[in-house]
């Protein structure tokens, strides 16, 4: 039997230092887009063993598990631990919909006292702290490229995105961190 | 001294001397000029040709109204920028500016003999000239006009330097870093709003630049200005932005801005952006951006040296500069009064004051009188000589009586103040003309916005900064952002000037039926008499008036003149002037790069560039990639010097002898999953889906509404409530937008999602007689005999030791297999099947080999042969239509009479007379090449390929009731002559299909 794949980042090797920002990929981590009604919350969150937020713009974390609310029925699950979410969703016996997509999205983690600006470069919702709060989370844009930004700290966010549109959008933060 | 006009060091830094050049010559400046000042104390006014009549122009202004003062600024070969207002250009050492529309020099140049021929250039001149004779227009008119046109000379190489971008948000944007902006940032930012205030000028203060009188807070007017400005910049809460112009006020409280960064640096930072763009998203906004000065529209008025009196003013209070040694002074309101007082002051001889207004009267009138100052009331300036500058005024009473003629070698000028409403205007808010002083202010706001000071018509000091206070804390608190007990800010301030209303159109000498050439618009050369032209030429509204003169249409937009150009037209026509009309106020204020427009969407941030785990696999291989919309595909992999021809023969022939490795990895992929996923298949696709078992897959075809094919794919079931949907690569963002569109519109009621899971899996496609062989020591946990997996089968196990999903299909007709793995083990598991496949003589192949080798097959490409207007029949895919079914998106739209005609346009094959004729694709077909043109075309070539495996060329073509001409010659006309085809099926090689079991 041949030996096991061996797993790749789309990201790998890529890393900025600057002063007053730091661009890094985060490491692998599974992740679930989970779509589910209403009534299945309860019994979903006893599940994946945190509640699910139903605000707009929230996330709820539990250990290495997050859940991001997306919209009114979607969230976005990250287990930085690497559990298997489709597993634990199967458990609930509640109607929902739980694809795996831990290898669609790769994730930059942005750090440093300029990161508001940096992601102010291509993002236009606001970022001050007293409108995107830590642990706030939302679908938006970054240039031309969808991403899902996730405060999780004071002058840190994450920035999910698409596999294929990592580089664009570490390039677009590299270039951007560079001028701040 | 060695700027002989450099009467002080005025706010500079006298420490520092900065060489530049002027057309070539050299001279120097101080840190802090702009290439004006530094020119005029040079003594240097001439700086430029007019537009049209190449006239000898000098500076009028000291701001970024400037019509007149337009050169080159070349810093290298690629950076020349042209049109560059030499009052907003900071110096910097080394500068090198270039004077413009001139030849061979500024000071003689050939094209001022279009000044001789001005009787014939009036207004409308090009539209009733070059009407005739027709012909004449394209050889001879268009190309002279082309030569002549235009301001300055655009560079001719890529613009290398880059521009940034900046969303931002506040509670309260200050446009304008004037006394009442200063006041207004400073009210709002005091209740711990969040402000940004921006600035056009290096350093806030506006007119506080030439105001002297100006006192507030206990400090002389400059120095309040810049102590504020370092206190406001100290708050964490505020955002100053200097060198920054708000340029546009669109939707929403969205305001652009502009701020320049590199332009006044001698040798900017590499990393550094030239300019960046800010759009600034503000709950209110507070526009302070003041007032613009107007210049007297007299006979003569365009010489050089003759300037607004604000500007002479700046020039000499901040610069330190003197316009001239025996200044005169034109005016019809009070603030020119203080030009007068403050050169006397310094020591310039003023010539005269020459005021329109028989008795003028005042503290600045009193003032100019008491230091000597002869004042000329009710008289006017009704010529002027001078060849390159001014030399002598001619000045003459107003009610008549002998003209006398006055030496000055510069002339300050003012008619009054026109509030700069602009941003007001383009924000939507209606402008209301107040009849008393003559002038638009804003009336009805119709977004939240405050307009404080000059800008609002508010002319004292005192109100104005008063009035600003109000504003900026008023804006805070409607922001919401005013938190706890912030302290009223309160503020002194006082200034014995007053500006008075002026006058605005022609001045006496310039009055209707006088020849004189009296500018209004100095940057397009329109006179008074212009005006009055277009007005008794038939224009009405001054929208017309505007185009038929060009008036104001010039980059500085007529800041100066719109107001006497409308004047000009309201008393020809012998109506108020709100009843004439404004012109509307667009974006933007003052012009703005393209660079600063585009940001960072150059080069290879223009767009994001898509590629699949294996392409660094791909590129290590030397293949060549081909775009895909974002996406980079391998499109062959030439070895040993292959061309492309060679490259794809060679993969064509493996593929079916051994087998080839493809990486699909772009094909669209949505996940469909929820109890009624079933029942939703069955409503967006064609196909019926409910019997499709459990782990099989079934080739499905979407329709619009219209009933023609939108995108294809094959999907497979992998449990009765999930189903696996790949889509084209193109077409994958948008078929998931229509799934989505008709869930949540039409049948909300299922319980089913979509989630894309295109870039979840690397999809590495096996095809070839030899593909099981090569993948079977890959695979764990799946039976890959034919009895357990059967073509269109989808199995879940693992491959290299990691989750798959794979598939047996072929869009080759070979025995063929996908492996889905997750996309971040694309690359190893690849490497894993290439060296599997080294064993077996396969190959890796591309997009190329991949369009050959359906098209043996007659399998189509949506997009390709078919163009949005084909349907699942004219395809030859009717079997793809569920007989039974009663509904899906599309059904209505089939039954349509024109989309069952016989006639239509069918998918078919064709075969060249010649089999090593290639057609070209997108070649018309026609029945009869004999037939005179223009010939009856019968359909179109969609593909067309040299099949290495077929040894001939073959295409697919879409042609008129194709299927009922089989073996009909048809022609496919070309330039040369016309290529004898054949009408044959689709499918050129394995006709029975035995090869998926091969």
Same mark, same amino acid.
């Given at each position: 039997?041949?030996?096991?794949?061996?797993?790749?980042?789309?990201?790998?090797?890529?890393?900025?230092?600057?002063?007053?920002?730091?661009?890094?990929?985060?490491?692998?981590?599974?992740?679930?887009?989970?779509?589910?009604?209403?009534?299945?919350?309860?019994?979903?969150?006893?599940?994946?063993?945190?509640?699910?937020?139903?605000?707009?713009?929230?996330?709820?974390?539990?250990?290495?598990?997050?859940?991001?609310?997306?919209?009114?029925?979607?969230?976005?699950?990250?287990?930085?631990?690497?559990?298997?979410?489709?597993?634990?969703?199967?458990?609930?016996?509640?109607?929902?919909?739980?694809?795996?997509?831990?290898?669609?999205?790769?994730?930059?983690?942005?750090?440093?006292?300029?990161?508001?600006?940096?992601?102010?470069?291509?993002?236009?919702?606001?970022?001050?702290?007293?409108?995107?709060?830590?642990?706030?989370?939302?679908?938006?844009?970054?240039?031309?490229?969808?991403?899902?930004?996730?405060?999780?700290?004071?002058?840190?966010?994450?920035?999910?995105?698409?596999?294929?549109?990592?580089?664009?959008?570490?390039?677009?933060?590299?270039?951007?961190?560079?001028?701040? | 001294?060695?700027?002989?006009?450099?009467?002080?060091?005025?706010?500079?830094?006298?420490?520092?001397?900065?060489?530049?050049?002027?057309?070539?010559?050299?001279?120097?400046?101080?840190?802090?000029?702009?290439?004006?000042?530094?020119?005029?104390?040079?003594?240097?006014?001439?700086?430029?040709? *007019?537009?049209?009549?190449?006239?000898?122009?000098?500076?009028?202004?000291?701001?970024?109204?400037?019509?007149?003062?337009?050169?080159?600024?070349?810093?290298?070969?690629?950076?020349?920028?042209?049109?560059?207002?030499?009052?907003?250009?900071?110096?910097?050492?080394?500068?090198?500016?270039?004077?413009?529309?001139?030849?061979?020099?500024?000071?003689?140049?050939?094209?001022?003999?279009?000044?001789?021929?001005?009787?014939?250039?009036?207004?409308?001149?090009?539209?009733?000239?070059?009407?005739?004779?027709?012909?004449?227009?394209?050889?001879?008119?268009?190309?002279?006009?082309?030569?002549?046109?235009?301001?300055?000379?655009?560079?001719?190489?890529?613009?290398?330097?880059?521009?940034?971008?900046?969303?931002?948000?506040?509670?309260?944007?200050?446009?304008?870093?004037?006394?009442?902006?200063?006041? $207004?940032?400073?009210?709002?930012?005091?209740?711990?709003?969040?402000?940004?205030?921006?600035?056009?000028?290096?350093?806030?203060?506006?007119?506080?630049?030439?105001?002297?009188?100006?006192?507030?807070?206990?400090?002389?007017?400059?120095?309040? $200005?810049?102590?504020?400005?370092?206190?406001?910049?100290?708050?964490?809460?505020?955002?100053?932005?200097?060198?920054?112009?708000?340029?546009?006020?669109?939707?929403?409280?969205?305001?652009?801005?502009?701020?320049?960064?590199?332009?006044?640096?001698?040798?900017?930072?590499?990393?550094?952006?030239?300019?960046?763009?800010?759009?600034?998203?503000?709950?209110?906004?507070?526009?302070?951006?003041?007032?613009?000065?107007?210049?007297?529209?007299?006979?003569?008025?365009?010489?050089?040296?003759?300037?607004?009196?604000?500007?002479?003013?700046?020039?000499?209070?901040?610069?330190?500069?003197?316009?001239? *040694?025996?200044?005169?002074?034109?005016?019809?309101?009070?603030?020119?009064?203080?030009?007068?007082?403050?050169?006397?002051?310094?020591?310039?001889?003023?010539?005269?004051?020459?005021?329109?207004?028989?008795?003028?009267?005042?503290?600045?009138?009193?003032?100019?009188?008491?230091?000597?100052?002869?004042?000329?009331?009710?008289?006017?300036?009704?010529?002027?000589?001078?060849?390159?500058?001014?030399?002598?005024?001619?000045?003459?009473?107003?009610?008549?009586?002998?003209?006398?003629?006055?030496?000055?070698?510069?002339?300050?000028?003012?008619?009054?103040?026109?509030?700069?409403?602009?941003?007001?205007?383009?924000?939507?808010?209606?402008?209301?003309?107040?009849?008393?002083?003559?002038?638009?202010?804003?009336?009805?706001?119709?977004?939240?916005?405050?307009?404080?000071?000059? /800008?609002?018509?508010?002319?004292?000091?005192?109100?104005?900064?008063?009035?600003?206070?109000?504003?900026?804390?008023?804006?805070?608190?409607?922001?919401?952002?005013?938190?706890?007990?912030?302290?009223?800010?309160?503020?002194?301030?006082?200034?014995?000037?007053?500006?008075?209303?002026?006058?605005?159109?022609?001045?006496?000498?310039?009055?209707?039926?006088?020849?004189?050439?009296?500018?209004?618009?100095?940057?397009?050369?329109?006179?008074?008499?212009?005006?009055?032209?277009?007005?008794?030429?038939?224009?009405?509204?001054?929208?017309?008036?505007?185009?038929?003169?060009?008036?104001?249409?010039?980059?500085?937009?007529?800041?100066?003149?719109?107001?006497?150009?409308?004047?000009?037209?309201?008393?020809?026509?012998?109506?108020?002037?709100?009843?004439?009309?404004?012109?509307?106020?667009?974006?933007?204020?003052?012009?703005?790069?393209? #660079?600063?427009?585009?940001?960072?969407?150059?080069?290879?941030?223009?767009?994001?560039?898509?590629?699949?785990?294996?392409?660094?696999?791909?590129?290590?291989?030397?293949?060549?990639?081909?775009?895909?919309?974002?996406?980079?595909?391998?499109?062959?992999?030439?070895?040993?010097?292959?061309?492309?021809?060679?490259?794809?023969?060679?993969?064509?022939?493996?593929?079916?002898?051994?087998?080839?490795?493809?990486?699909?990895?772009?094909?669209?992929?949505?996940?469909?999953?929820?109890?009624?996923? $079933?029942?939703?298949?069955?409503?967006?696709?064609?196909?019926?889906?409910?019997?499709?078992?459990?782990?099989?897959?079934?080739?499905?075809?979407?329709?619009?509404?219209?009933?023609?094919?939108?995108?294809?794919?094959?999907?497979?079931?992998?449990?009765?409530?999930?189903?696996?949907?790949?889509?084209?690569?193109?077409?994958?963002?948008?078929?998931?937008?229509?799934?989505?569109?008709?869930?949540?519109?039409?049948?909300?009621?299922?319980?089913?999602?979509?989630?894309?899971?295109?870039?979840?899996?690397?999809?590495?496609?096996?095809?070839?007689?030899?593909?099981?062989?090569?993948?079977?020591?890959?695979?764990?946990?799946?039976?890959?005999?034919?009895?357990?997996?059967?073509?269109?089968?989808?199995?879940?196990?693992?491959? /290299?030791?990691?989750?798959?999903?794979?598939?047996?299909?072929?869009?080759?007709?070979?025995?063929?297999?996908?492996?889905?793995?997750?996309?971040?083990?694309?690359?190893?598991?690849?490497?894993?099947?290439?060296?599997?496949?080294?064993?077996? #003589?396969? /190959?890796?192949?591309?997009?190329?080999?991949?369009?050959?080798?359906?098209?043996?097959?007659?399998?189509?490409?949506?997009?390709?042969?078919?163009?949005?207007?084909?349907?699942?029949?004219?395809?030859?895919?009717?079997?793809?239509?569920?007989?039974?079914?009663?509904?899906?998106?599309?059904?209505?739209?089939?039954?349509?009479?024109?989309?069952?005609?016989?006639?239509?346009?069918?998918?078919?094959?064709?075969?060249?007379?010649?089999?090593?004729?290639?057609?070209?694709?997108?070649?018309?077909?026609?029945?009869?090449?004999?037939?005179?043109?223009?010939?009856?075309?019968?359909?179109?070539?969609?593909?067309?390929?040299?099949?290495?495996? /077929?040894?001939?060329?073959?295409?697919?073509?879409?042609?008129?009731?194709?299927?009922?001409?089989?073996?009909?010659?048809?022609?496919?006309?070309?330039?040369?002559?016309?290529?004898?085809?054949?009408?044959?099926?689709?499918?050129?090689?394995?006709?029975?299909?035995?090869?998926?079991?091969?």
């Amino acid at each position: 039997m041949a030996e096991t794949a061996r797993r790749i980042s789309a990201l790998e090797g890529r890393a900025y230092q600057g002063p007053g920002i730091a661009l890094n990929p985060a490491a692998p981590a599974s992740r679930l887009s989970l779509r589910a009604p209403e009534a299945s919350l309860a019994a979903l969150s006893k599940a994946l063993g945190l509640i699910l937020p139903r605000k707009p713009k929230t996330t709820a974390e539990s250990g290495k598990r997050a859940a991001l609310w997306l919209g009114p029925d979607e969230w976005l699950l990250i287990d930085e631990g690497g559990a298997d979410l489709t597993v634990l969703c199967a458990k609930a016996s509640a109607l929902h919909s739980a694809v795996d997509i831990s290898h669609r999205n790769t994730a930059i983690l942005v750090a440093g006292e300029h990161t508001e600006d940096v992601l102010g470069a291509g993002c236009p919702q606001a970022l001050s702290l007293a409108r995107f709060p830590i642990g706030a989370a939302s679908r938006t844009v970054f240039g031309k490229a969808e991403v899902v930004l996730w405060r999780i700290a004071e002058d840190a966010f994450r920035i999910e995105c698409w596999r294929s549109f990592s580089y664009y959008v570490f390039s677009l933060l590299e270039k951007a961190a560079r001028e701040v | 001294m060695i700027q002989p006009f450099r009467l002080t060091t005025g706010r500079l830094d006298a420490a520092e001397i900065l060489r530049f050049t002027f057309d070539g010559k050299s001279y120097t400046g101080l840190a802090g000029d702009t290439l004006a000042s530094a020119l005029l104390a040079n003594g240097v006014h001439l700086v430029g040709r *007019s537009f049209k009549y190449h006239r000898p122009r000098g500076i009028l202004s000291a701001g970024a109204e400037e019509p007149n003062a337009l050169v080159g600024i070349h810093r290298d070969a690629a950076r020349k920028t042209p049109n560059v207002r030499a009052t907003v250009q900071e110096l910097y050492d080394g500068l090198a500016a270039v004077s413009q529309n001139r030849w061979p020099s500024l000071g003689f140049d050939v094209g001022g003999l279009n000044n001789l021929g001005a009787p014939f250039f009036s207004a409308g001149f090009y539209y009733k000239t070059f009407m005739w004779p027709r012909t004449a227009w394209e050889r001879l008119y268009e190309p002279i006009i082309r030569r002549a046109a235009g301001l300055g000379t655009a560079p001719d190489r890529p613009d290398p330097d880059h521009y940034s971008n900046r969303f931002a948000h506040c509670d309260v944007l200050v446009v304008g870093g004037g006394a009442a902006g200063l006041a $207004a940032a400073l009210a709002a930012s005091e209740t711990g709003a969040r402000v940004i205030l921006a600035d056009e000028q290096a350093v806030p203060g506006g007119g506080l630049r030439f105001e002297t009188g100006a006192v507030i807070d206990g400090k002389p007017g400059w120095e309040w $200005a810049q102590e504020t400005a370092a206190k406001l910049a100290a708050r964490d809460n505020v955002r100053l932005l200097t060198r920054t112009t708000g340029f546009g006020y669109y939707a929403q409280n969205m305001l652009g801005l502009v701020e320049r960064l590199t332009d006044h640096l001698s040798a900017p930072d590499v990393d550094q952006p030239r300019e960046r763009l800010w759009q600034v998203r503000a709950k209110r906004v507070v526009l302070a951006t003041g007032a613009i000065e107007r210049h007297m529209v007299f006979p003569g008025n365009d010489r050089p040296g003759i300037m607004l009196a604000s500007a002479a003013r700046a020039y000499l209070n901040h610069f330190g500069v003197a316009v001239g *040694s025996k200044v005169a002074v034109y005016t019809a309101d009070d603030s020119a009064y203080a030009t007068a007082v403050d050169l006397k002051k310094r020591g310039v001889e003023v010539a005269a004051v020459i005021d329109l207004r028989p008795t003028p009267r005042g503290p600045h009138v009193e003032e100019s009188r008491e230091l000597g100052i002869e004042v000329l009331a009710g008289h006017a300036v009704v010529g002027t000589t001078g060849r390159l500058r001014v030399r002598r005024i001619e000045v003459a009473p107003v009610y008549g009586g002998a003209s006398r003629q006055i030496e000055a070698d510069a002339l300050a000028t003012s008619s009054g103040w026109t509030p700069a409403v602009h941003l007001f205007s383009q924000s939507r808010g209606k402008l209301a003309f107040d009849e008393e002083t003559r002038r638009f202010l804003p009336g009805q706001y119709v977004q939240d916005a405050l307009s404080v000071g000059a /800008c609002n018509g508010t002319a004292s000091l005192t109100d104005a900064v008063e009035e600003a206070l109000r504003a900026g804390a008023k804006a805070a608190k409607e922001a919401g952002a005013a938190k706890g007990r912030s302290k009223t800010v309160k503020l002194d301030a006082r200034s014995p000037e007053a500006w008075s209303a002026g006058m605005a159109g022609a001045a006496p000498g310039a009055e209707a039926g006088k020849k004189a050439m009296a500018f209004v618009d100095f940057q397009n050369d329109v006179t008074a008499k212009d005006i009055r032209q277009a007005v008794q030429e038939g224009m009405r509204s001054i929208e017309h008036v505007k185009r038929f003169t060009t008036a104001g249409m010039a980059t500085d937009q007529g800041k100066t003149s719109n107001l006497h150009a409308l004047t000009i037209a309201s008393e020809m026509l012998g109506k108020p002037v709100p009843k004439v009309g404004l012109t509307t106020f667009r974006p933007p204020y003052t012009p703005v790069t393209f #660079g600063a427009l585009v940001g960072h969407s150059r080069g290879a941030l223009f767009e994001p560039t898509r590629r699949t785990p294996t392409h660094a696999w791909a590129e290590a291989q030397g293949a060549v990639f081909e775009d895909v919309g974002q996406w980079k595909r391998a499109w062959y992999f030439p070895q040993g010097g292959e061309d492309m021809h060679a490259a794809v023969a060679r993969e064509c022939l493996t593929v079916r002898h051994s087998a080839g490795i493809f990486d699909a990895s772009t094909l669209g992929k949505i996940e469909i999953v929820g109890p009624d996923a $079933a029942r939703f298949m069955e409503l967006m696709y064609t196909n019926p889906w409910q019997k499709l078992g459990i782990g099989r897959c079934r080739y499905g075809i979407m329709l619009r509404e219209d009933g023609f094919i939108y995108d294809d794919g094959v999907v497979g079931r992998l449990a009765e409530d999930r189903f696996h949907v790949t889509t084209t690569t193109g077409g994958a963002p948008r078929v998931l937008h229509h799934m989505e569109d008709y869930l949540q519109t039409e049948f909300p009621d299922l319980k089913v999602w979509l989630t894309s899971t295109s870039e979840q899996w690397a999809t590495i496609a096996v095809q070839g007689p030899k593909s099981r062989d090569i993948i079977a020591p890959l695979v764990e946990g799946i039976d890959l005999s034919d009895e357990a997996m059967p073509h269109m089968s989808v199995r879940e196990g693992r491959v /290299c030791g990691v989750p798959a999903r794979l598939f047996r299909i072929s869009f080759t007709g070979e025995r063929g297999f996908e492996i889905n793995v997750p996309a971040d083990y694309g690359l190893s598991v690849w490497e894993a099947v290439w060296a599997e496949g080294q064993k077996h #003589g396969a /190959c890796a192949y591309g997009t190329e080999t991949m369009h050959v080798l359906r098209a043996e097959k007659g399998f189509i490409i949506v997009g390709q042969d078919t163009d949005g207007t084909v349907t699942p029949d004219d395809a030859g895919l009717a079997w793809a239509i569920g007989r039974k079914k009663t509904d899906f998106v599309g059904i209505r739209g089939l039954e349509r009479p024109d989309l069952k005609a016989p006639e239509r346009r069918q998918l078919v094959g064709l075969k060249t007379s010649d089999p090593k004729t290639v057609l070209e694709e997108g070649a018309q077909i026609v029945a009869d090449p004999n037939q005179p043109v223009p010939m009856k075309m019968i359909g179109f070539v969609t593909s067309s390929y040299w099949s290495e495996n /077929c040894g001939r060329s073959i295409a697919l073509a879409l042609v008129e009731g194709g299927r009922e001409r089989m073996g009909e010659r048809l022609y496919v006309p070309m330039p040369e002559d016309a290529i004898e085809v054949e009408v044959v099926p689709m499918v050129f090689f394995d006709e029975k299909g035995e090869r998926t079991n091969g």
